[in-house]
């Protein structure tokens, strides 16, 4: 198995993670009012998802992933649906115990047990060979779609935009933010998401702490990008090199459109 750095101990920090990071006394007051909105406009958020389904799945129609499945070979057994929850890092099991919450008896709940038993490594033990098919199954259910939405909503997006109102980021840091959640999770190992946050910290100060935000998210990025090379399946850095720092060198904080980038060779256009 692969490090793991996506999403270690996922189950346990949850969506409390990020919210709890910790900063500076005078981060919340001395937030920029132009950190009062953001990411969560529903108009960014759309851009959001757009984003970084062109880097998982080099496609901008974020919407067709909620029946995606597949074993990448990362060490972290099957990765799926609208943000790649994964079997071997917890995230997948927490999203099929809500829609089994929600809807006793669906497709998937039978293989409850064998996504506990797998929780932690790459084993298909109990899935095969079924779960597949069961999965693209169940996302043609509406209510498997709005539990994928709610729990990328819950443990990724919530928490990304929060942290980055709390560090006075505008609505592009905080798409940052959200993008290595996505990738790096919130665990404790060196390459999570707050790790990578105080690798930049160490470097540069975040505008709540009355340092530059270009200064900044460029820290977070060079850290995020040498978190990406300790995995070679993470090793490619386009989605920050020819994506999120063409945002940034254009000062384009706000996210608005249109927008021209590239990810793995492939260019894409929001107009």
């Given at each position: 198995?692969?490090?793991?750095?996506?999403?270690?101990?996922?189950?346990?920090?949850?969506?409390?993670?990020?919210?709890?990071?910790?900063?500076?006394?005078?981060?919340?007051?001395?937030?920029?009012p132009s950190a009062a909105t953001?990411?969560?406009?529903?108009?960014?958020?759309?851009?959001?998802?757009?984003?970084?389904?062109?880097?998982?799945?080099?496609?901008?129609?974020?919407?067709?992933?909620?029946?995606?499945?597949?074993?990448?070979?990362?060490?972290?057994?099957?990765?799926?649906?609208?943000?790649?929850?994964?079997?071997?890092?917890?995230?997948?099991?927490?999203?099929?115990?809500?829609?089994?919450?929600?809807?006793?008896?669906?497709?998937?709940?039978?293989?409850?047990?064998?996504?506990?038993?797998?929780?932690?490594?790459?084993?298909h033990a109990g899935l095969d060979?079924?779960?597949?098919?069961?999965?693209?199954?169940?996302?043609?259910?509406?209510?498997?779609?709005?539990?994928?939405?709610?729990?990328?909503?819950?443990?990724?997006?919530?928490?990304?935009?929060?942290?980055?109102?709390?560090?006075?980021?505008?609505?592009?840091?905080?798409?940052?933010?959200?993008?290595?959640?996505?990738?790096?999770?919130?665990?404790?190992?060196?390459?999570?998401?707050?790790?990578?946050?105080?690798?930049?910290?160490?470097?540069?100060?975040?505008?709540?702490?009355?340092?530059?935000?270009?200064?900044?998210?460029?820290?977070?990025?060079?850290?995020?990008?040498?978190?990406?090379?300790?995995?070679?399946?993470?090793?490619?850095?386009?989605?920050?090199?020819?994506?999120?720092?063409?945002?940034?060198?254009?000062?384009?904080?706000?996210?608005?459109?249109?927008?021209?980038?590239?990810?793995?060779?492939?260019?894409?256009?929001?107009?």
């Amino acid at each position: 198995m692969v490090h793991t750095s996506r999403r270690t101990f996922l189950a346990v920090t949850g969506a409390l993670a990020v919210a709890t990071l910790p900063t500076s006394p005078q981060a919340t007051a001395a937030a920029p009012p132009s950190a009062a909105t953001g990411l969560d406009d529903p108009a960014k958020k759309e851009i959001a998802m757009k984003l970084v389904s062109s880097a998982e799945n080099s496609s901008l129609d974020w919407k067709a992933q909620y029946k995606y499945i597949e074993d990448i070979g990362d060490g972290r057994g099957y990765t799926a649906g609208i943000i790649g929850f994964c079997s071997g890092t917890g995230d997948m099991l927490d999203l099929v115990e809500l829609y089994t919450d929600r809807k006793p008896g669906n497709v998937l709940a039978k293989y409850l047990p064998a996504l506990r038993a797998v929780d932690g490594s790459d084993s298909h033990a109990g899935l095969d060979p079924d779960y597949p098919k069961d999965w693209r199954k169940a996302a043609q259910d509406t209510a498997f779609q709005q539990a994928q939405n709610d729990e990328r909503d819950r443990v990724y997006f919530d928490p990304s935009v929060r942290q980055g109102k709390t560090d006075g980021l505008r609505t592009l840091g905080q798409f940052i933010y959200y993008d290595a959640i996505v990738m790096h999770g919130d665990g404790t190992d060196p390459t999570s998401f707050r790790n990578i946050r105080k690798r930049a910290l160490n470097r540069a100060k975040p505008p709540a702490q009355g340092g530059d935000e270009t200064a900044y998210l460029n820290a977070f990025l060079d850290a995020r990008v040498w978190a990406m090379k300790q995995e070679e399946a993470h090793s490619d850095t386009s989605r920050v090199d020819t994506a999120q720092r063409v945002f940034l060198r254009k000062g384009n904080f706000g996210l608005d459109t249109p927008l021209d980038w590239k990810v793995y060779g492939d260019s894409y256009h929001l107009g």
